[in-house]
C-alpha cells in the first residue's frame, strides 16, 4: 500500500484540533511512534512529517555550520525552519492540534474545512479553499509544461 498519498477533507474543531483518516495514522505509526513535526509552508500550508523524515530533510554537516556564522541566507534558512517548526505527537485517539501561532499563516482557524493532502514523505493541511487554487496552479503548470513538451518534439520532427 501507498505510504502518503490521497486527499482528505477535514473540520478544524473550536479547540484548533483535526481528526487524521486511519489510513494516515498507520502511515504515521508506521514510520515512527507517532511523534511528528509540523512544518509552517511558506505556500501556506502545514507540512506534517515523521519525526524522522523532518531529521533527515533538515540533516546538517559541519560546512552548514561553518556556513551559518558567515552567511546572512543560511542564517535566514536557519531561522525559517526554526521558527516555523515545532513537534507534535498523535493522540490516541489520531487527533494533532493546530499550533496557535501557525492558524493564522495557515487559514486553518476553528470551523475551517480543510484537505489532508498526502505528499508521499507525509502530509500537508491545506484551507479547502487555499488548496483548490494550488490545485489548479499544479494542473495548468502541468498542461504549460505537456504543451511545451509537445512544441519541442514537433521542433525535431521537421
Known amino acids: 500500500m501507498l505510504a502518503f498519498c490521497g486527499q482528505d477533507r477535514i473540520l ?9 483518516p486511519p489510513h494516515l495514522i498507520e502511515d504515521f505509526l508506521a514510520d515512527g511512534n507517532g511523534d ?16 524522522k523524515v523532518y531529521t533527515q530533510m533538515r540533516k546538517r554537516d559541519d560546512d552548514d555550520i561553518r556556513k551559518a556564522g558567515m552567511s546572512m541566507l543560511k542564517r535566514r534558512d ?5 521558527a516555523w517548526s515545532t513537534s ?10 493546530l499550533p496557535g501561532e501557525f492558524r493564522q499563516n495557515t487559514q ?3 470551523g475551517t474545512e480543510a484537505v489532508i493532502v498526502g505528499v508521499e514523505i507525509g502530509v500537508e493541511v491545506w484551507n479547502l479553499k487555499r488548496w483548490q487554487s494550488e490545485l489548479e496552479l499544479i494542473n495548468n503548470h502541468e498542461m504549460d509544461r505537456g504543451d511545451l513538451e509537445l512544441a519541442h518534439d ?5
Open 108 to 110: 486553518l482557524e476553528p
Open 36 to 51: 511528528v513535526v509540523f512544518y509552517c509552508l511558506p505556500e501556506g500550508a502545514l507540512a506534517i512529517y515523521p519525526e
Open 154 to 158: 514537433l521542433k525535431f520532427e521537421e
Open 12 to 20: 478544524i474543531d473550536a479547540n484548533g484540533r483535526f481528526k487524521l
Open 78 to 82: 536557519l531561522r525559517r525552519f526554526g
Open 88 to 97: 507534535a505527537k498523535i493522540t490516541p485517539q489520531g487527533r494533532l492540534t
